[in-house]
């Protein structure tokens, strides 16, 4: 595993433990940075090994909102409890029921904390989270984060913007182009925390993967700035490390308005080092 992050003083991190594995298993890469408008990073992003076995995987992306910088505390506890919950029960529950029940208690707390704190009430997050078993991926999703597919060179959009512009699209009152750059786009029809009620999108039947395939997790920060065929030329560079780099050369220099963070999933097969067990990152 070699995990990336990024911001003004660039790090690399790469830990693996003695314990091997074989058959198909993931490699994560990550970025989060504030980009060059903002003061602070309201992204949050997480992920872990289930039983320290690569083979699986939880991943997140979390774009929090709110003020007094509560944003970041929900997207950090989104990540934070997302994870724990699926950890705790992962012998438990199939992982579409695990994604379910996570996302359910994580809006509960982070509606629970908002309203015990003035200064957090109403804030609110993303969350787009994706779990590996047995070489089948799963999907837990709500808010505009996106996660993407690219296998045999072609990029897929696996998660639904929870937009009032791609609502709009969808019942064919704007077009695809208009809601690109619609100036109402960011606004949400559902997050963690920021309703009474949440319907995430989770995609609990699951589909096999396949060695080559890349998933991408990204908050709107990273497709506010690049296109989907920018992306989708990203994802094909053969080193995904050079990749994140590149994406954040050029969200930055396209000066990007939001923060922008992503994680990178490889699939290969072979024998590879554990790495430990959960890495995350919200960089302020």
Not at 11 to 39: H, L, N
Not at 75 to 94: I, N, R, V
Request: net charge negative; glycine share 6%; with cysteine.
């Amino acid at each position: 595993m070699r995990f990336l992050f990024s911001n003004n003083n660039k790090t690399v991190d790469s830990t693996k433990s003695s314990r091997s594995s074989k058959g198909i298993f993931c490699e994560v890469y990550a970025v989060s940075e504030t980009g060059p408008v903002r003061d602070h990073n309201e992204d949050s992003i997480a992920f872990s090994f289930p039983e320290n076995d690569n083979h699986n995987l939880i991943a997140v992306v979390a774009d929090g909102m709110g003020g007094h910088n509560a944003g970041e505390v929900a997207s950090k506890m989104a990540c934070d409890l997302l994870l724990d919950y699926c950890l705790k029960k992962w012998k438990q529950q199939s992982p579409g029921k695990l994604l379910h029940k996570a996302y359910t208690e994580a809006h509960e707390t982070i509606v629970a904390a908002g309203n015990s704190n003035s200064e957090q009430k109403g804030m609110g997050t993303t969350a787009t989270s994706v779990i590996i078993h047995k070489n089948v991926c799963y999907i837990g999703h709500i808010g505009d984060s996106r996660v993407y597919l690219l296998r045999n060179g072609s990029l897929m959009q696996l998660s639904k913007d929870h937009t009032l512009v791609n609502q709009m699209y969808e019942s064919g009152e704007i077009t695809e182009q208009e809601r690109d750059k619609h100036p109402m786009k960011n606004v949400l029809l559902q997050a963690l925390g920021t309703t009474p009620t949440i319907q995430p999108q989770i995609l609990a039947d699951g589909w096999e993967i396949l060695e080559g395939d890349r998933l991408f997790l990204c908050s709107d920060g990273v497709y506010d700035a690049l296109s989907d065929e920018d992306i989708e030329e990203l994802l094909l560079m053969k080193r995904p490390e050079f990749a994140l780099e590149c994406l954040s050369a050029t969200a930055t220099a396209r000066k990007v308005s939001d923060n922008f963070s992503a994680l990178l999933i490889t699939f290969s097969t072979g024998v590879q080092s554990t790495p430990k067990m959960t890495k995350e990152q919200n960089i302020l």
